[in-house]
């Protein structure tokens, strides 16, 4: 299937010399959600404003559903919702006006039906004759995704959706925008709170300095480079791990306390029991044991170390 977005060696130098963007590649699926995820002033934001038509690129190509979004601007941007970082609403306009205003803006019919729908799902009918300088914070983030919807895009981009909002309109979100994939909708989302991309993306992109160092199915990343490990707490605390024990991906924590080891779920032997047997004959005796998984957050952190070491 051909994708909705394609992007190829884009880049982006500031006038001042500061490059945002580094020959970044990247093809968004027709239909999925896809997470960004990078650290501050890694280059999402701007990545994005080069999709929106708001920022222009200094090389490379962007198309949107076969649109390029400098040679045929008009049907690109109209493919593309977007619900930007910062609060910038019409304050003294009342909810309603500024959606009809918003569809009005990309030459669409007015359709108060749809308006409706847009309202109900983001739980803002009863506020739709409020002027937006009356709403809360968290409204008025409702109100921008409510903008970005009201024209029917096929392309939805979401930057820092869910920052400084409550867990209750950030649960509201993740249900709404699972619906609107349902619906058909491509999600692209950036955010800081991993737990969001690990819970709701189709597929994760790392970025950091401007430079795009992954992207892949969320699972088989979890997979690939998710560690499972084996935390056990010691009966009596040990100084060092013994010599004939050493090959072993094994580490001592909680001061000597514990010992954790490293193995891969996916292999035909994790090699746990033969640990176990080795413990006992060495009388390393343990009054607990648990094991844990690597979450998205884990790999993310490890990926941008790792990219931020290279020289």
């Known amino acids: 299937m051909d994708p909705i977005v394609s992007i190829q060696g884009l880049n982006k130098t500031y006038a001042g010399g500061f490059q945002a963007l580094r020959g970044v590649d990247l093809d968004i699926r027709r239909g999925e959600i896809f997470a960004l995820l990078g650290p501050n002033g890694a280059g999402k934001t701007t990545l994005i404003s080069i999709v929106c038509g708001l920022v222009n690129p200094s090389a490379g190509q962007v198309r949107v559903d076969g649109h390029d979004i400098l040679a045929d601007y008009r049907a690109a941007r109209t493919l593309i919702g977007l619900v930007p970082q910062e609060l910038s609403t ?29 309202l109900r799902d983001l739980s803002l009918w009863d506020k739709r004759h409020n002027k937006i300088s009356t709403l809360s914070g968290g409204m008025k983030r409702r109100v921008l995704i409510a903008k970005a919807l009201v024209h029917e895009p096929k392309v939805l981009f979401l930057d820092e959706p869910t920052a400084g909002v409550d867990v209750e309109l950030r649960h509201d979100m993740w249900q709404m925008v699972r619906r609107l994939r349902e619906q058909g909708t491509t999600i692209i989302l950036t955010t800081h709170y991993i737990e969001e991309a690990e819970e709701m993306a189709d597929r994760v992109g790392v970025i950091t300095r401007g430079e795009l160092v992954l992207v892949e199915d969320k699972h088989t990343l979890m997979r690939k480079l998710g560690k499972k490990q084996l935390t ?9 791990i013994p010599e004939t024990l050493a090959g072993l991906p094994l580490e001592l924590a909680g ?5 954790v080891y490293t193995f891969d779920a996916q292999a035909d032997d994790t090699g746990i ?24 957050e884990d790999i993310f ?9 290279r020289p």
């Open 90 to 118: 019409d304050a003294f306009e009342s909810v309603w006006a500024t959606l009809r205003f918003s569809r009005g803006l990309f030459g669409k019919a007015p359709d108060d039906a749809l308006l409706e729908r847009v």
């Open 232 to 240: 056990l707490t010691l009966q009596a605390p040990l100084a060092a």
């Open 255 to 259: 001061d000597g306390h514990q010992l």
């Open 273 to 296: 029991a033969p640990l176990l047997r080795r413990l006992n004959e060495h009388g390393i005796d343990f009054k607990d044991l648990h094991s844990s998984e690597s979450s998205l």
């Open 301 to 309: 952190v490890s990926l941008v170390h790792d990219a931020e070491a």
